[in-house]
Each structure stands twice: as structure tokens, then as C-alpha cells.
């Protein structure tokens, strides 16, 4: 039989590409080929910037962040020094719905690491060290952020964030949230002073949302409780996940943002995390992160995710 002329063989070279490309893919998920657009809100918080960093440095996806002011948005360009256009981050205030509509458009996947920050009020610095010298139990007291109630923030705000994911057809919502949600006479939930102050009780009823909105669409969600969180280096600190607060009757030990960064990240492309609700801190028996880590740790929960019958926000 004659040897195939020319023409045969730069068809059988062009289907031999096309067969290995499309290998290389199948393992690929198909909504996050190179240059889809990924959202991150609270971009300009101390987790959000860490976010942004790592999603841009992979030159994987189209990248817009979300912030709430001129001037986060001009620490956050410092902070990537010349890694995104300015064009690219949006300013918005996620209490009113029209300001943010924009940054949802075209999005495959969000990123949500939005939250009430809590700011000390010195005054209960006095009462509180004058109760610790006569060994009695003290109080500190904390006020919000730019007035920012966890009610309007991690509630009305969340809100409505995924309102737009699903009007604007996004496949993948990533939330971060704060373990301890089983816990209703925790500290972050008792540390206001008045109504909408209960942070994490808040935040419970706002990813209860998200997860009835993702039952109703092709939505997918994974929410992610975050232990308490130090500024260290990242893939340093050893790393565990569990559901239900149970981490901390362990050795629960602090988790670097930059880890829980990693985690956002990945859980973008992996299926154990979708539709699933997972607590993540530090741990003495836990593993360090590595670029394929998660996908083994949420294996280990057996199908585990959080339960909502646990201390359900009213």
C-alpha cells in the first residue's frame, strides 16, 4: 500500500492535534478555559486583595474586582502594581444593587469575600481591664465600619450579590464566611451593641439564601467558613476542613489569609467543592496546601457539608 501523500498527512497531523487538545481539556472544567471572567467583591478587604493576586498571577482568567471607594480601589492597583488595568476594577457599594449590576455581567464565577469589619471602641478598653484586675469577666465593645451593620453588609448585601449572580446566569459562587455559625452566643456574634450586630448569625442567613437560589438554577455555590485568620505566609501553615464547627474541638490553630486565598482559587476548578458548605482552619493534623490539596481534603468529608437545622437564623 502507498505511504500517504501530503494533503493525507497534514489532515492526520491537524486530527492528531485536535484529538490531544481536546484530551488535555477533559480534565479541564470546560467553564474555566483561559480568559473567562471571575469576580471578586470585597476586593479591597485584606482576603479580597489576596483573592485578586492569586486569580491574576495565574493569567487564567478575566479578572474584575469589586470595591467600595476610589480610594480602595487605588490601594488595590498599588497593591497589584500594574498586574490589572484600572479599567477592570469596579466601585460600587453592594447595599444598593444598581451600583454593582455592572461588575456581574459576563461573569462565570464570583468570588465573595465581602463583610462587616468591626472597629474597637476604646472607651470599653477602661471597663474591661478594670474587670481583668479584679479577675471578672469584661466585655469589649465594637462598632462597624463606616456604619456598615452586618444586617446590611452580610445580609442585604450578600443578598444581593447573588440576586445578580443568577439574573446575570454566573455558574459558580464562591462565598467566605467565619466558622462558629453553630454557635449562637459566640463572640462575633455577641460583640455589637445593638440590632443587625449579630455578624455571623447574619452571614448564616445569607448563605441559607444562596443555597435555595442554587437549588432553583444551574447555579453551583461553595461556602467556605474560615477559622481565625493571621496575616503569615502562606503554604507554611498546616490546613484542615470539617463541618460544623467540629474543628474546634481540636487543636484549631490560625489560618494565613493567604491560604484561604488558595482555597478560593481552587475551589474554581474542583468538583468536590461544588454545592458544598466546609469550615477550613489551621490545625496541628492537617496538611500544608498545595496547588491540589482541596480536592483531597474535602474528600476526606465523606460527603460531609454543613448542617442549616443547626442554630437557623430566624
Known sequence: MAAPGPPARRRATAA???ALGAALLAGWPAAFAAGKRVVVTGAGGQTGKLVVQKLVSTGRFDVRPLVHSEKSKAK???TLDGMLPDSKVIVGDITSKETIQK???GAVA?????SAVPVLKTWSLIPFMLAKLFRRKGRLRFSWKNNGKPEQVDWEGQKNQFDLCKEAGVKHVVLVGTMTGTDPEGFLNTMGDGDGDKIVMWKRKAEMYLIDICKDSDM???IVHAGGLSNDAGGVTRVAVGVDDKLRERTPRRLPRADLAEVCLQALDCQAARNVSFDVSGSDDGVTLESDSLDSLLQSLGGASC???I????
Open 16 to 18: 492528531a492535534s485536535l
Open 76 to 78: 488595590l492597583l498599588s
Open 307 to 309: 448542617d442549616y437545622s
Open 103 to 105: 461588575a456581574f455581567v
Open 311 to 314: 442554630n437557623p437564623p430566624p
Open 220 to 222: 453551583d455555590f461553595t
Open 110 to 114: 464570583v468570588v465573595v469575600v465581602t
